[in-house]
C-alpha cells in the first residue's frame, strides 16, 4: 500500500515566481492538509481540502492557494515568491483524527 | 487557542541511557496527542498517539508516552536508546472534531552519543 507521495522532491525558484506542488494521499484517504515547516521550525497548517473544497485555512495570505482533485489528488499552488517561503512542504492525508505525511518537497527561493 | 510547548530544543544522551522528551499543551478543550519522528531530509513518522482510554500508550521503536491531564503534558520516554534513534521529536495537538488540524511545537534534537 502506498503512502502519501508528493512531486517534485526538491525545487528551486527566485522570488516573484509562482510554484506547484503536488500530493497523492494514502489510499482510501479523501482529505489532505498542507503544512510549512521552514528550517528549525515545527510545520504549521497552511490549508485542508475535503471533497475539493477548502475546508480550513490557518495564517497564511492569499499567496498561497490550493486545489483538490476528484481523485483526491492536491495541489499547492504558491505566488509571488518570497525568500522567506523556503521550506519544507509537507502534504498530509487523514485517516480519521491521525494525519499520514508524505517525505515532502524542499523549496528553496533565490 | 492551543499551543505546544516542547522546553528542550536539544537532548544528548548516551547509547542504550534512558530519554524523556517532554512536551506540554495549552487547550481549553478535550485534545488527541500525537509524537512524530522526523529523520534527515524524510517527513513526520507516527511514534504513537493518544485518543482516549489508557494514559499509558505505546508506540513503534520502543518509545511509549504518558498523558497527564492535570499537567497537561504527554512526554516521551524510551528506556535505552540506539544510536539510530538520533532524529527530531515533534509533538502535536488537534481538536477532537472538526478538520482534526494539527498545531506542533518547535521540535526536540535527540542526538544519541556513542
Known amino acids: 500500500d502506498a503512502g502519501v507521495t508528493q512531486s517534485p522532491t526538491h525545487l528551486i525558484k527566485t522570488r516573484g515566481q509562482q510554484v506547484t506542488l503536488r500530493c497523492s494521499p494514502k489510499?482510501?484517504?479523501?482529505?489532505v492538509s498542507w503544512y510549512q515547516q521552514a528550517l528549525g521550525q515545527g510545520p504549521q497548517f497552511i490549508f485542508q481540502?475535503?471533497?475539493?473544497?477548502?475546508?480550513q485555512r490557518g495564517n497564511f495570505p492569499d499567496r498561497f492557494s490550493g486545489h483538490q482533485f476528484p481523485n483526491y489528488s492536491s495541489e499547492l499552488n504558491v505566488n509571488a515568491l518570497l525568500l522567506g517561503d523556503s521550506a519544507l512542504y509537507l502534504c498530509?492525508?487523514?485517516?480519521?483524527?491521525?494525519?499520514?505525511f508524505g517525505p515532502g518537497t524542499r523549496l528553496l527561493v533565490l | 487557542a492551543q499551543s505546544v510547548t516542547q522546553l528542550d530544543s536539544q537532548v544528548p544522551v548516551f547509547e542504550e541511557a534512558p530519554v524523556e522528551l517532554r512536551c506540554n499543551y495549552s487547550?481549553?478543550?478535550?485534545?488527541?496527542l500525537f509524537w512524530y519522528v522526523q529523520y534527515p531530509n524524510q517527513g513526520l513518522q507516527l511514534l504513537l498517539k493518544?485518543?482516549?482510554?489508557?494514559?499509558l500508550v505505546k508506540g513503534i521503536n520502543g518509545f511509549e508516552a504518558e498523558f497527564n491531564k492535570s499537567q497537561t503534558s504527554f512526554h516521551l520516554r524510551k528506556p535505552s536508546v540506539h544510536i539510530s534513534d538520533t532524529a527530531e521529536y515533534f509533538c502535536?495537538?488537534?481538536?477532537?472534531?472538526?478538520?482534526?488540524?494539527?498545531?506542533f511545537g518547535t521540535g526536540t534534537r535527540l542526538k544519541v552519543l556513542a
Open positions: 489510499s482510501g484517504h479523501d482529505t
Open positions: 498530509a492525508s487523514r485517516d480519521r483524527e491521525t494525519q499520514y
Open positions: 502535536a495537538v488537534s481538536f477532537t472534531s472538526g478538520t482534526y488540524k494539527y498545531i
Open positions: 487547550s481549553s478543550v478535550s485534545v488527541y
Open positions: 493518544y485518543l482516549s482510554g489508557s494514559t
Open positions: 481540502y475535503y471533497e475539493e473544497e477548502e475546508r
